[in-house]
């Protein structure tokens, strides 16, 4: 089946055109739909150049990663799609290597934690050890950007609730709950100038994610009661 690439992306710098060029040369892909979650004005010569190399959609505000992937995927059907970052975390074998690995299954990008800056390495592990209390699953990298959806999920995947980074957090939550096949994948572990680029904001962002955790379990218990 054919692969089709969305890029949310906000704010982005060269390294996102390298990866587009990189990308149209690799046959596993039938379409690459970059999303532009309101970069703004000054970002107009990076999207007229990436209009040239892909399908292009845009947000006239910024909405959060989620909104934009959620975007991405409306514009899709009969694909498996893999989701990739667009600051240059994601190499494009890698990104080949998530896609030819979907099958039928969520495919995740798992990064090696002793390779992660200190600080990404706390939250991650943090984030992954709170998952697994909720959900009795270990996920090497909860927070990984790099995944790979299979056309039967993408569906589903179009109305996932979650705006920002949550929704990713909301996406493996929903697919332990309807038992789909979850696979992991060893991918680079690349953070470019410490992860500066990161749009992730720790209080905020992390306070979405933490009470989509605590209040999925909530939810499940709930649903056991009515059982």
């Known amino acids: ?39 703004g004005p000054e970002y107009e010569p990076i999207f ?8 292009l959609e845009r947000h006239a505000q910024n909405r959060g990663k989620g909104a934009a992937i959620r975007t991405g995927l409306k514009t899709l059907s009969g694909y498996n799609v893999v989701t990739a970052d667009c600051d240059g975390q994601h190499t494009p074998s890698d990104i080949e290597k998530i896609a030819r690995a979907i099958d039928g299954a969520l495919v995740m ?3 090696r934690k002793r390779e992660m800056p200190l600080r990404s390495k706390m939250g991650n592990t943090l984030t992954c050890l709170t998952f697994a209390l909720v959900t009795h699953r270990w996920i090497s990298d909860t927070q990984t950007g790099l ?17 920002r980074y949550e929704y990713e957090m909301n996406m493996l939550l929903d697919a332990c709950h309807r038992g789909l096949p979850i696979r992991e994948v060893e991918i680079e572990t690349v953070y470019i100038d410490n992860n500066r680029g ?8 992390g306070k979405r994610v933490y009470r989509l955790l605590l209040g999925w379990k909530k939810k499940m218990r709930a649903r056991k009661k009515k059982l």
């Open 109 to 111: 990008g798992v990064r």
């Open 48 to 55: 007229a150049q990436v209009s040239a190399l892909c399908s």
């Open 147 to 163: 995944r790979g959806i299979p056309q039967s999920y993408v569906g589903v995947c179009q109305d996932l609730e979650g705006d």
């Open 198 to 205: 990161s749009h992730f904001h720790t209080l905020r962002d």
């Open 1 to 39: 089946m054919a692969t089709a690439v969305v890029i949310p992306a906000y704010k982005p710098d060269e390294s996102l055109l390298d990866l587009l060029r990189a990308l149209r040369e690799r046959a596993f892909i039938g379409r690459i739909v970059v999303v532009d979650d309101g970069s």
